[in-house]
C-alpha cells in the first residue's frame, strides 16, 4: 500500500501536472471552472482537495489542481492566478505565508478542521516515548531528524522546538519530503530500527503503520492549528454558494482520519475521495455541507 500512497503524495493530486503557478487568467474565472493549488507530499491537502473535487463535480463544476510550493500558491492565489487553497493551517504554521498576502486573500473564519498538530514520529517499538527521550538518546537515532519539505511551515518551526529541548547540537534536521520521511519510518518499522521524522496529525499513516507521534513534554511545538479555507477574492465573489458550502464545511478527527486513509489506498485522490463517501455517514455530512 505504502507505494501507491507515496505516488499519490508524490503527484499531489495535479490534474494538470504543472510543478508551478498557472499564468495570469488561467484561474477559475469561467462559471463553473475551478482551479485549486496543491502541495506535493502534504497528505491531507490532496485527500480534502480530492474530496472537494468530487463534490465540486458533482454539482457541475470543473476541477483541475495545480501543483506549486506553498509560497507559490498563496502569491497565486493573490494575484487571482488559482482560486484557493484548502488546507492553510492557522493561526500558526502557515501564518507567515498568510500575512505577506493577507490583503489579497479571502480567509474563511471558521477551521473545518480545528485540531492539526505537528509532531515527531517514530515506531511503536522504540522504548522513548517523549522528545526529551530522545533528545537524551540522540545516537540510538543516528542523531538526525528525517525531516519533510524545506519551504513547510514545519520545517520553519522545527528548529526553534529542538532549541526547546536543547538538542539543537544533538539532533540534525535532515530536508527531505514527505514521501522520503514515511519511507523512512516504514523502513524503520519493517526492519526494527529506531528513525524519528517530521510529520503531523491526523496522518494516515497513524493508522496504516506501527508508529507512534512522541509526547511534546516541553511544549515546543505551537497549540494545535485549524485548517482554513484560502480562496482569491474574485473567485469569492463571483463563487459565493461555493464560499458557502465551504463555510459549512466540518470534519471530526475521524472523519479526517478515514479521509486520508481512504486518499492514501487509492490510485487517484478523487478514486478515494468517492470511496469514502460511500460510507453512510460520511455522505450525509457532505450533503449537509452543501444545503
Same mark, same amino acid.
Request: with cysteine; hydrophobic share 45%.
Given at each position: 500500500?505504502?507505494?501507491?500512497?507515496?505516488?499519490?503524495?508524490?503527484?499531489?493530486?495535479?490534474?494538470?501536472?504543472?510543478?508551478?503557478?498557472?499564468?495570469?487568467?488561467?484561474?477559475?474565472?469561467?462559471?463553473?471552472?475551478?482551479?485549486?493549488?496543491?502541495?506535493?507530499?502534504?497528505?491531507?491537502?490532496?485527500?480534502?482537495?480530492?474530496?472537494?473535487?468530487?463534490?465540486?463535480?458533482?454539482?457541475?463544476?470543473?476541477?483541475?489542481?495545480?501543483?506549486?510550493?506553498?509560497?507559490?500558491?498563496?502569491?497565486?492565489?493573490?494575484?487571482?492566478?488559482?482560486?484557493?487553497?484548502?488546507?492553510?493551517?492557522?493561526?500558526?504554521?502557515?501564518?507567515?505565508?498568510?500575512?505577506?498576502?493577507?490583503?489579497?486573500?479571502?480567509?474563511?473564519?471558521?477551521?473545518?478542521?480545528?485540531?492539526?498538530?505537528?509532531?515527531?514520529?517514530?515506531?511503536?517499538?522504540?522504548?522513548?516515548?517523549?522528545?526529551?527521550?530522545?533528545?537524551?538518546?540522540?545516537?540510538?537515532?543516528?542523531?538526525?531528524?528525517?525531516?519533510?519539505?524545506?519551504?513547510?511551515?514545519?520545517?520553519?518551526?522545527?528548529?526553534?522546538?529542538?532549541?526547546?529541548?536543547?538538542?539543537?547540537?544533538? *539532533? !540534525?534536521?535532515? #530536508?527531505?519530503?514527505? &514521501? %522520503?520521511?514515511? /519511507?523512512?519510518?516504514?523502513?524503520?518499522?519493517? @526492519? =526494527?530500527?529506531?528513525?524519528?521524522?517530521?510529520?503531523?496529525?491526523?496522518?494516515?499513516?497513524?493508522?496504516?503503520?506501527?508508529?507512534?507521534?512522541?509526547?511534546?513534554?516541553?511544549?515546543?511545538?505551537?497549540?494545535?492549528?485549524?485548517?482554513?479555507?484560502?480562496?482569491?477574492?474574485?473567485?469569492?465573489?463571483?463563487?459565493?454558494?461555493?464560499?458557502?458550502?465551504?463555510?459549512?464545511?466540518?470534519?471530526?478527527?475521524?472523519?479526517?482520519?478515514?479521509?486520508? *486513509? !481512504?486518499?492514501? #489506498?487509492?490510485?487517484? &485522490? %478523487?478514486?478515494? /475521495?468517492?470511496?469514502?463517501?460511500?460510507?453512510? @455517514? =460520511?455522505?450525509?455530512?457532505?450533503?449537509?455541507?452543501?444545503?
Amino acid at each position: 500500500m505504502l507505494k501507491t500512497t507515496l505516488a499519490v503524495a508524490a503527484i499531489a493530486v495535479s490534474v494538470s501536472a504543472c510543478s508551478g503557478v498557472a499564468p495570469a487568467g488561467q484561474g477559475g474565472g469561467d462559471d463553473k471552472s475551478v482551479n485549486f493549488a496543491t502541495v506535493p507530499g502534504f497528505d491531507d491537502t490532496v485527500a480534502v482537495t480530492g474530496l472537494w473535487s468530487v463534490l465540486l463535480e458533482e454539482k457541475g463544476y470543473s476541477v483541475k489542481t495545480t501543483s506549486v510550493d506553498l509560497a507559490a500558491g498563496f502569491s497565486g492565489i493573490a494575484r487571482g492566478d488559482l482560486d484557493g487553497y484548502l488546507n492553510a493551517w492557522l493561526p500558526t504554521t502557515h501564518q507567515a505565508y498568510i500575512d505577506k498576502y493577507k490583503d489579497d486573500l479571502v480567509i474563511l473564519d471558521k477551521p473545518y478542521f480545528d485540531n492539526d498538530e505537528l509532531v515527531l514520529a517514530v515506531p511503536e517499538f522504540v522504548e522513548e516515548n517523549t522528545i526529551s527521550e530522545v533528545a537524551q538518546n540522540a545516537a540510538k537515532y543516528d542523531s538526525k531528524i528525517i525531516g519533510i519539505e524545506a519551504g513547510s511551515g514545519e520545517m520553519k518551526i522545527l528548529p526553534d522546538v529542538l532549541a526547546k529541548y536543547d538538542a539543537a547540537d544533538k *539532533l !540534525a534536521i535532515v #530536508e527531505g519530503s514527505t &514521501p %522520503a520521511a514515511l /519511507a523512512a519510518l516504514k523502513s524503520g518499522v519493517d @526492519e =526494527n530500527k529506531p528513525v524519528v521524522v517530521a510529520l503531523w496529525k491526523p496522518h494516515w499513516a497513524f493508522a496504516a503503520m506501527k508508529v507512534k507521534a512522541l509526547e511534546d513534554d516541553r511544549q515546543g511545538w505551537p497549540a494545535a492549528d485549524g485548517s482554513h479555507v484560502v480562496l482569491s477574492k474574485e473567485f469569492a465573489e463571483k463563487h459565493g454558494e461555493v464560499r458557502g458550502w465551504m463555510e459549512n464545511s466540518k470534519l471530526t478527527d475521524e472523519q479526517y482520519a478515514s479521509l486520508m *486513509l !481512504a486518499v492514501s #489506498e487509492a490510485k487517484e &485522490p %478523487a478514486e478515494g /475521495a468517492k470511496k469514502w463517501l460511500e460510507t453512510p @455517514e =460520511n455522505r450525509q455530512a457532505a450533503d449537509e455541507w452543501l444545503k
